[in-house]
């Protein structure tokens, strides 16, 4: 029935009937029945690619709603595992595959599977970390921060920043710079009315700024600048969100030392600031 349904699940065809909302039972069930089986299977991996490639063609709600329906029944803590295990395991040979999975892992996390998927999200992240920052990982990690940390609510978010600003060495900071400017520049202020996701943001800020020091001087310019355009929307997000003294008084820190680190490297960059 498996290979019988390849067409079903064609991409356009899913697609479709996804936001339709019109799905067969068939193909839920195809979904049902790949999820069960483990990660090494092909069904499942299948199921994993199948999901992946729809997710930019329909709306968002049309597809979490999809998720939530294959998954309904099924142990969503054992596919959240197996979907770790098949990550950790592809990253080097099949890095096509492991980002599909993170897309995946994202789409479970907007459908509310979030402490599971934080679970696997630090599991992976600390993995990742604790080998060398070549491409492949600092690519991983970066689709870790532009996806499925962002679904996740702050109170878990902020764990993993932590861990990410606990790595060191200058290979780290480009995935560092990622994450700050995805939570810096997203439209949702949100966050920010958590104490702990905010400590944990500008603690971040202040491990990618220790790491310039390190830097060629144009590389250290071209991260200052990235930086500081960052510090501008965080720092206008916060405005949002609390009193202007308030926003003063924790940004400060991260403030002062953009403006001491300019100066060394005699930058210019214009961005607003506290103080």
Request: with cysteine; proline share 4%.
């Amino acid at each position: 029935m498996v290979s019988a349904l390849t067409s079903i699940v064609e991409p356009s065809a899913l697609a479709s009937c996804v936001k339709n909302a019109s799905c067969s039972r068939e193909v839920v069930e195809w979904f049902k029945g790949g999820f069960s089986q483990s990660y090494s299977s092909r069904v499942f991996q299948d199921a994993v690619r199948s999901l992946c490639s729809i997710k930019p063609l329909v709306g968002l709600e049309e597809y979490a709603g999809f998720i939530k329906r294959v998954t309904l029944g099924v142990d969503a803590r054992r596919v959240i595992g197996e979907l770790e295990l098949m990550i950790s395991s592809s990253i080097e040979g099949d890095p096509s595959l492991a980002s599909c999975g993170i897309v995946v892992l994202e789409s479970l996390a907007e459908a509310g599977f979030h402490e599971g998927v934080y679970t696997a999200l630090s599991r992976l992240v600390v993995k990742m970390l604790s080998g060398k920052p070549d491409s492949r990982v600092t690519d991983f990690l970066k689709d870790v921060v532009r996806g499925p940390l962002q679904a996740l609510p702050p109170v878990f978010s902020s764990r993993i920043l932590r861990v990410l600003a606990n790595a060191r060495g200058a290979g780290w900071l480009p995935v560092k710079v990622e994450a700050i400017k995805e939570l810096s520049l997203n439209e949702d202020s949100g966050s920010l009315l958590h104490a702990e996701f905010t400590e944990a943001l500008l603690n971040l800020f202040n491990s990618a700024l220790d790491e310039l020091p390190a830097l060629s001087l144009d590389e250290a310019a071209s991260y200052y600048a990235e930086l500081a355009t960052a510090f501008t929307h965080l720092y206008k997000k916060c405005l949002s969100a609390h009193p202007l003294d308030y926003c003063s008084s924790i940004l400060s820190r991260v403030s002062e030392r953009l403006a001491a680190i300019g100066g060394r490297l005699n930058i210019i960059v214009y961005f607003d600031s506290p103080g």
